[in-house]
């Protein structure tokens, strides 16, 4: 893990240059004509990606090519003697953001022969409102404690037929996934991810807002975010993809909406690529700013316009899956979704309620260019989750319901790792409640995870809920566990309890003399740490597994 640390930032030195604007009035995007010179070759990636990265290219099998490569860093250090500072660059685009008091900045610019074009996104302009605004405001938070045989989570993970992945052990183990976000605040502290540092789950963190590591004492949506995958509290609250492991990347300043946070957004996607991420979920949207003159309109929602549209596009192409929030403006002027939920190869989340209702203020469809969006909807109103004093509560966006799929995916596709991104996203769309008739409104309509698993493994699981084991009792345990299973004939049985990385930690072997339903009792589990565990009762033509949970 270190070494991995150690080789992203030797690549991202150059990428990583300075903070937010602190003394500065303007932020300009710089966009070069060519690579010309550059010191990379596309036979030795190891230079600019790391080697997970490297594999998931050969996997795939995508081309390294020049796009690949960081930016002629002599361009850079050219322009900072027109009284500028570089904030960051993106090898996609081959441009830099450089940050000046000088409004003449672009003009100096005109003669410089490597220099293809220059466009102002961030300038010191008063919030249209007068106020400051975060663009989270309007996402709701009931601080109501909930506790429910599957922790607070239930309805929401069962909603989507997710439990079935989770009772086949497939918790996301293996699966790397980049939450995009404006900050991560008391991540470090809270009970609810002590497993994850416990297990080395959290790979690295990054503020490409203010060029540091730290996450920890900003914004707490990206920590509600976090605990919707990986939260876990025994007994109350169980994110939908609790053996993931996560880079957490700041990209929103949440003060301010400018253009600046697409280059923050994409330079953390490049990040993400460099790193050999698998999944981005971003609960991020991008239609209007504080400089109305920046402004985006729906006909630019086509999947090819906006900046980060084309970014996270580009990220698809490098063999990442990339999820995002469609939008919370159903229910205010702008009405449509944002980028880059509009991305053909985004999927785009849109949110419903408890019962599977539109949530009201889900944004709507399609792109501007007739495409089917939002791609799904899960529960996004009421949504479970974790709060900044570490209780359970609930909240409303489709912020919540993005993550909550973006964990389900991780699991998919741990169960089904010869999948490409691109047929990981067709059997997605294909195996949701609506895509028979996929509409504006919740789009293919809610997942079924359960179906898409049988679907890709051809497996023919005609009914996802019925099980070896019938219950568990009790869970969360202390010391024992009651099991009532059914046993096709006399024999032997196994059962085993694991951690979600594989490791047996419990194995007894019991005879059956019944050939249908059997009870079993196994005791002596008290020296088991609290946490997350997998049972697995093992026959002569059948294994199953379910999600336990240990008491302290």
């Not at 795939?60 to 900072?80: A, G």
């Not at 922790?151 to 995009?180: D, E, K, P, R, W």
């Not at 605040?185 to 540092?197: A, E, M, P, R």
Request: proline residues 3%; hydrophobic residues 35%; contains cysteine.
């Amino acid at each position: 893990m270190a070494t991995n640390k150690l080789l992203l930032f030797l690549v991202l030195f150059f990428i990583l240059i300075t903070g937010f604007p602190q003394n500065y009035n303007y932020g300009f995007l710089v966009q070069f004509t060519d690579k010309s010179g550059s010191i990379y070759q596309a036979n030795q990636p190891e230079a600019f990606l790391s080697e997970r990265a490297i594999q998931r290219r050969e996997k795939f099998q995508i081309v390294i090519t020049e796009e690949d490569f960081p930016v002629n860093k002599k361009y850079c250090d050219s322009l900072l003697r027109f009284n500028a500072k570089l904030h960051n660059t993106s090898r996609w685009f081959n441009s830099a953001v450089f940050f000046t008091n000088d409004e003449s900045f672009p003009s100096n610019m005109e003669k410089i022969s490597f220099v293809k074009k220059v466009t102002k996104i961030y300038g010191t302009t008063v919030n249209k409102s007068g106020l400051v605004h975060s663009k989270w405001d309007d996402e709701a938070q009931s601080k109501v404690p909930v506790f429910m045989d599957y922790g607070a989570s239930q309805n929401q993970i069962t909603m989507c037929n997710a439990q079935f992945l989770h009772n086949q052990g497939y918790l996301g183990q293996g699966v790397q996934i980049a939450v995009i976000d404006g900050g991560f605040y008391k991540v470090n502290q809270l009970k609810c991810f002590d497993s994850l540092f416990q297990n080395n789950q959290i790979l690295g963190t990054w503020d490409f807002v203010t060029d540091d590591s730290m996450v920890y004492e900003d914004h707490t949506h990206g920590m509600n975010v976090l605990s919707i995958i990986g939260g876990n509290l025994p007994q109350q609250f169980m994110g939908s993809a609790p053996g993931a492991s996560f880079w957490l990347l700041r990209s929103e300043n949440t003060n301010s909406e400018f253009p600046i946070e697409e280059e923050n957004w994409i330079a953390a996607a490049e990040f993400a690529d460099s790193a050999g991420v698998d999944i981005i979920t971003s609960s991020l949207g991008y239609s209007e700013f504080d400089d109305m003159s920046m402004n985006y309109t729906y006909q630019d929602m086509d999947g090819k316009t906006t900046r980060v549209t084309q970014g996270a596009e580009i990220a698809f192409t490098k063999g990442l899956f990339v999820l995002n929030s469609a939008g919370n403006s159903r229910n205010n002027p702008w009405f449509f979704l944002t980028a880059p939920s509009d991305g053909e190869h985004v999927l785009g989340i849109g949110a419903v309620d408890s019962l599977k209702k539109l949530a009201y203020f889900s944004s709507s469809g399609p792109s501007s260019d007739g495409r089917v969006k939002p791609d799904v909807t899960a529960q996004g109103f009421e949504t479970s989750l974790v709060y900044a004093d570490g209780s359970v509560g609930k909240g409303s966006g489709t912020s919540f319901s993005c993550p909550l799929v973006a964990g389900m995916v991780a699991c998919l596709w741990q169960s089904l790792p010869e999948l490409s991104n691109q047929e990981l996203l067709n059997l997605i769309r294909q195996t949701a409640s609506n895509t028979s008739t996929p509409d504006d409104d919740i789009g293919y309509g809610i997942p079924d995870f359960a179906k898409a698993y049988s679907t890709g493994s051809n497996s023919n699981i005609s009914d996802y809920s019925t099980d070896q084991i019938l219950t568990l009792f009790p869970n969360p345990f202390f010391d024992y566990l009651k099991i009532n299973a059914y046993v096709v004939e006399k024999q032997s049985v196994a059962i085993s309890i694991s951690d979600i990385s594989g490791s047996i930690l419990y194995n007894e072997t019991l005879s059956v003399e019944n050939t249908t339903l059997n009870y079993f009792r196994i005791e002596g589990l008290s020296k088991l740490q609290a946490g997350v565990y997998l049972l697995t009762l093992t026959t002569i033509d059948k294994q199953s597994t379910q999600l336990i949970l240990k008491n302290k």
